[in-house]
């Protein structure tokens, strides 16, 4: 039996924006960690990373990096991810992926815990004492969707979901943040800006465009969207189409989200519902300009949702507005909820 109150933890990917985030969030939330990996690419090795009392030196990733580990947060990307996912399980590991290698494998959990966090618990119940397996954690703009979604559809089933994302550049990391910062202050200076981190000019303009264009004319980001919430559910046959727009914010995502539901749920119902799920706070109040603002919101940990309204178009419509950290609840915080799902079903098992 592992001891849960002296874990080894290992970040993968520990110097970069969301692997920071991890073990910030890891931190705030007293995880219980006996001994701290950070791990990253070697330009990184030796720099010195902090998560709560524990102040540590960055090591180089390689496949001895994981011995010994119980739970391996990764956030180094896919192709590191597809490399070191499976050598860490395979030494016992339990890894909690935020790349989109794993997240359509049947083999798979692709886990919110608010959602489905049962798949978790069942899949260490099948599994020996100190064996390790993979969990994926979900792209950000699904995440803060299916917390939402999953409440409306145990009321009153879900029929049909279309959805826009309006993603913040800090979903392309560093790189992204630095090229709206560098642009806007450049367009201010009446220079010239070159697009390097996303096709066409960011600053003061959106790109329905994130990710590359597959055949059938929607983006991978897009098509993320439809699949994972179709898993997370539990619901391989809902309807739901996506639009994925990146905009000039540097935090937050937000989402426009228009539902069809199989029974009639009247907006002050939907509502009523919303304000008792978990993870979810209300934040609905237009005839007094209250409603969920990223700019306000950066930071924190909680899905908020506004401008609740019934679709006067369809019989059972409803449209509302949603908004969510997306290095907090869309990554770090995600993983880390799992990880703690992990540590309750070790406790019970």
Known sequence: MRNAENLTVAVAGATGAVGREMLAVLAEREFPIGHLRALACGRSAGERVSCGEHEVSVEELNPESFAGVDIALFSAGSAISKEYGPIAAARGAVVIDNSSCFRMDEAVPLVVPEVNSDVVASEIAKRDDGEGFIIANPNCSTIQLVVVLNPIDKHAGLERVVVSTYQSVSGAGKKG?????DQTRGIFSQQTVEPKAFPHQIAFNCLPHIDVFEDDGYTKEETKVIKESRKILGLPELRITATAVRVPVFSCHSESVNIETRSKLSAQDARGLLMESPGIIVIDEPE??????????????????????????TANGLNMWIVADNLRKGAALNAVQIAEVVLDAWGRA
Do not use: H, N, Q
Request: proline fraction near 3%.
């Open 177 to 181: 943040m630095d090229e709206l910062w």
């Open 288 to 313: 007094t300009g209250k409603y969920p603002l990223g700019c306000e919101l950066a930071g924190t940990d909680a899905t908020y949702v506004g401008r609740i309204r019934e679709d006067a178009s």
